[in-house]
């Protein structure tokens, strides 16, 4: 038993080698960049539209960078996993 177990993970193992191998020679990423770059504009309309209509306190402007922070972060995660990476 716990040798078929064994064998099978290593045959897939090898398989998400050989896999990754490829998506690293074919190079291209998932995300187009006009899409990233309307994700880009729409996220930025909206932050400042939260920015002119909240109440300028440390509580908003706190919150609003976390916020942007916690969004960029997403983008780049995003972007980044979605490149093939080597």
Known sequence: MQRATKAEALETTAD???TRWLLYAMGDTSI???ML???ILW???IFISFGLFAPMNW???GSMFIA???VSSAIFLINWTGQSTG
């Open 68 to 70: 942007a922070l916690s």
């Open 59 to 61: 509580t908003a402007i």
């Open 37 to 39: 770059v309307i994700v």
């Open 32 to 34: 187009a960049t006009p």
């Open 16 to 18: 998400v080698s050989k």
């Open 43 to 45: 996220l930025t309309t």
